[in-house]
């Protein structure tokens, strides 16, 4: 499978403390009917780090089996050890999923550059489906060279990366530098469509949950060269983010209840808004996607 185009990085639906298939299937079943290219189960929105286990194999085969045969579906994969990220991927492959999401470990490894890069050789030697580095420092506190990811972009196992630094000139390099067979997506919002000018294949989103219309359509225009019509729907998505993009999960899981999913609650120690931030959430959203309309329904 070729991968490309967008992609929401679900959410967990926690309902009574619990992580829920159904819902999960739900959702999925939702997102797939905005024309989204693929989905990302247990990404950083994904809450991925809260997860039993038990939960993760049970959810990946409810999000597998309600993922047609012909989507692209994708599943983190990442840990902080090489045995237990190799398991995961294991385990994703024997469930369906086409290819995994692999975190930077480093808690004792960040900012080792040798450590990284034969972290990302051994998983990728011993894992049954491709590979896709993830750089997410804005968790992680740290980001592997761009001169690594050219090296390890030559490994015939390691495909691509999700890159949400929200570095636009390190998106073109990754792009640039990496082999021809490597695809680059981009993870921060604000850098859709400029990412997607400098080559990136498509996009891998937290707002791909709240807002998946307005990035396929973003990312449709790129492809048919109407640039106008992407950079006013960029501008769209930028002024979302300007909101409420700092409230994370939270905002996300409102908007989502808000639009009709079943995204349940955060995970604590991760908590829920108050009543009255909710409401601004909401009423941002409504206010900020409705510029939108006349650039997804044509002039």
């Not at 999960?24 to 286990?53: C, K, P």
């Not at 190799?86 to 975190?103: F, K, M, N």
Request: proline content about 7%; overall charge negative; charged content about 20%.
């Amino acid at each position: 499978m070729t991968f490309h185009g967008i992609f929401p990085a679900c959410v967990t639906p926690f309902i009574d403390g619990k992580a829920s298939p159904d819902a999960m299937q739900a959702n999925i079943s939702r997102w797939l009917g905005t024309g989204v290219h693929g989905v990302l189960i247990f990404g950083s929105t994904g809450e991925f780090m809260y997860l039993e286990d038990d939960e993760r194999r049970t959810l990946l085969r409810a999000a597998r089996e309600a993922t047609p045969a012909h989507v692209q579906f994708l599943a983190g994969c990442g840990a902080e050890t090489t045995g237990r990220t190799i398991r995961y991927l294991h385990e994703s492959a024997e469930d369906g999923a086409q290819a995994g999401l692999v975190v930077t470990p480093v808690y004792y490894t960040r900012g080792k550059t040798d450590a990284q890069r034969r972290y990302f050789e051994d998983v990728a030697d011993a894992s049954p489906i491709p590979v896709l580095i993830y750089n997410v420092p804005l968790f992680t506190d740290y980001e592997l060279p761009v001169e690594v990811i050219a090296d390890l972009s030559r490994h015939p196992n390691i495909i691509g990366i999700k890159d949400s630094s929200g570095n636009a000139a390190r998106v073109a390099a990754e792009v640039r530098l990496a082999a021809n067979n490597f695809d680059v997506f981009s993870g921060n919002p604000n850098l859709a469509f400029p990412s997607l000018s400098v080559g990136a294949i498509g996009g891998i989103y937290a707002f791909g949950n709240i807002i998946p219309e307005i990035f396929v359509a973003m990312y449709d225009a790129v492809q048919a060269a109407d640039l106008k019509r992407a950079a006013a729907l960029q501008s769209v998505v930028a002024a979302l983010f300007a909101e409420i993009g700092a409230m994370g999960i939270p905002a996300i899981k409102t908007i989502l209840k808000h639009r009709g999913f079943t995204p349940g609650i955060p995970r604590p120690p991760l908590q829920p808004l108050a009543p009255e931030v909710e409401a601004r959430v909401i009423s941002a959203f409504e206010k900020v996607t409705a510029e939108a309309i006349p650039y997804l329904v044509g002039d």
